[in-house]
């Protein structure tokens, strides 16, 4: 050991530091002992702050990496993150101090050692010798960098701070590819310093991170004991729920404490800096087979995840029943703590599967048709694995879930006969009974999956796997209308209008129109029959509106079947005389719109009754009509809106009835023949008075331009 020797002459020696420094070092050999590990500890972070001998403080930086009493039977994880918060905390201390003592006045004695920041960065980056680990020196560093340079700070000259950058960099990727003598705790600490240090390194640094050896590490971390823990703690409910099978979760039994505990480790607490140290190892690893395998465990471990859902008990408690089943004790406590842990799951999961469905779009390895339709096919199965947890209020409606999802339907869809394995691999089987909840979000997610995807199948596929099971969900014996269903799960209203969707897709491709034409009666009066209890009024004016735009021109149908479109207009004209004209509830679609295409009629935030909407849907059909058809039904469509009582409501359908005219939504044919009605046929009249739209293509003339011949 070395004498603590002040720089200024006039500083008193510090011998209480000399001694403490002695003390600590025998400590440091001793057997383990929790009750003195924090002592240890705090004694550390203060010689830290006040040696002034750098040579000490790289002395006890090296001891303090060997000691037995630390490193014999570490904390795991808890350990590293304070071996990271001491030397956090130390260099966010010593720079104050030398800010504090550069305004001291000549004798007095200094705030702390007097070692100025640089000085003592370096002095504790020389205590990083061989005697320890690489992975325990990724941890010092970190601290180190934090300290200096984190939330903003600048206590590093800029050649510093790169040397540091560089150096947390090398030792990440010299403890990462030595897997032997890391050991899995070397890697979580790597994994936990670079969550911390990651922010902090400037581009050039960062690309100089190994992600063939990173990559592996952060989804160990992510999915192993001190993450996810391979999805073992929803195992750990069921063998505390009591008596078996039944929704008696103790709040205080071992696996809700578990959970809790889970929650509280730092690499768990750490999942969104985790989540994208991940996305950059994806982006980064050189090897596509690493990535590829790193998409396996992602499956693997999804699924694994999904199967013990399934056999546990509470799995079986629907969202919509949750306040009755479950006791006040658990909604308040472990319950939502349960499916705030499985969100993190889906978060963590489905942001690294994102940058490996980005991949497959550049990387020439994985885009090949070989490697493309299985990477698709099996981030699909990861999120259909993951649709209990997506599929619950609105869980997967985040950018980097719809990306991942989105794109990999856009590749699987280039392969048709992956789209049909696909589809038969993950068909729900047939039921009569009201199936548990996890099982209506699988096929919640094979229905919206399958809506994407008609183009991509022969027509009998079409049939089996898109026809077959959404009309069965439709049929008056389906089990969503069953008595069963009641109250109804939360997923029902969701299941109908993927039903409509999905039947919807198939027949709007014109290479499926042999289903079509049989199915279209068939199809709109489950329509009618659904609407308003089980579809909303934007998703049936949608629904009505895409069928007979499917019975207009240029689609096959309305060659074989000409009187098709104006048989079903009738059909809701009829239905729309004797409709309720009470308002109907507000639904979300209207209460929260979302984006449209243009061809979709927009929501609304009126208040509509059920005669208003199919007036509405009849008018939104017009634009579809065949041109020596739509005189006739422009008037039909005005004494439909003016038999509405209310004014209110009255008021909407004549505006979307003008709206047709003067938007450009009619073709030219049709706004020639929506011209001749408003202005010869009584068009005009038959909307009565108010402000006159402008037709679509008029020229309009300025208040104050005037003729110039």
Known sequence: MRRNHHQPTDRPTNMPADRLLTTV???????????????????????????????????????????????????????????????????????????????????????????????????????????????????????????????????????????????????????????????????????????????????????????????????????????????????????????????????????????????????????????????????????????????????????????????????????????????????????????????????????VLQPIVGRCLLDPRLRNDHVAPTLATKTLHALRNLSFISSRQGGSSFQVYTFTYLTSLDILTRYPDACVRFLQETLPPPTSTVPPPAHQALSLFYLNTAEHLPLSLPTPSAEALIITPATANLSLTSWLTSPANTPPSSLTLELFESSHAALLSVFSCPQHSLLTAPLVPFYIDTLLSSFPTRISPRQFRLAFRTVMQVASPPYPVSVTHPELSETLLEMLRLRAEGASTAPLPPTPDALSPIPTAADQPAPTNELLSEQTALVLALVDALPYLPTHLLDEWLSRAAEASAAIADPRLRDVARHRLWEVLASGELDVDRAVAGVAWWGTRGGRDMLGTGSEPMMSGALVQSEKESSRL
Not at 150 to 165: F, K, M, N, P
């Open 25 to 351: 070092l025998r400590a440091y050999q001793e057997a383990p002992n929790p009750f003195q590990a924090d002592k240890i500890l705090g004694t550390t972070y203060s010689l830290l702050t006040s040696l002034n001998n750098p040579l000490n403080l790289s002395l006890l930086t090296s001891h303090f990496l060997t000691a037995r009493s630390i490193w014999q039977q570490p904390d795991g994880p808890r350990t590293c993150l304070r071996i990271i918060s001491i030397f956090n905390t130390a260099a966010i201390h010593v720079r104050r101090n030398e800010l504090e003592d550069a305004n001291l006045p000549r004798g007095q004695p200094p705030a702390g050692s007097g070692v100025a920041a640089e000085n003592w960065a370096r002095a504790v980056a020389k205590g990083l010798d061989d005697r320890s680990s690489r992975w325990q020196h990724t941890l010092v560093l970190a601290g180190i960098l934090m300290g200096m340079e984190g939330e903003e700070r600048r206590y590093l000259s800029w050649g510093l701070r790169s040397t540091l950058e560089r150096a947390v960099v090398t030792a990440a990727n010299l403890a990462l590819e030595d897997n032997s003598q890391t050991g899995a705790l070397g890697r979580s600490a790597v994994v936990l310093a670079l969550t911390y240090a990651f922010p902090l390194l400037s581009d050039s640094n960062k690309a100089l991170l190994n992600g063939n050896a990173l990559l592996p590490a952060v989804v160990e971390a992510m999915l192993g004991e001190e993450g996810f823990q391979h999805g073992e703690f929803v195992r750990a409910i069921e063998l505390d729920i009591t008596p078996a099978g039944s929704a008696g979760w103790p709040v205080d039994s071992p696996s809700a404490k578990r959970i809790q505990e889970l929650e509280s480790r730092p690499l768990a607490q750490n999942m969104g800096p985790l989540s994208l140290l991940g996305v950059f190892a994806v982006q980064h690893a050189r090897d596509s087979n690493i990535v590829l395998r790193i998409q396996d465990g992602l499956l693997s471990f999804t699924s694994s995840l999904l199967d013990r859902w399934e056999h546990c008990a509470l799995s079986l408690i629907d969202l919509s029943v949750e306040s009755a089943k479950l006791s006040p004790e658990l909604l308040q406590g472990p319950w939502p703590m349960l499916w705030q842990l499985l969100k993190k799951v889906l978060f963590s999961v489905v942001a």
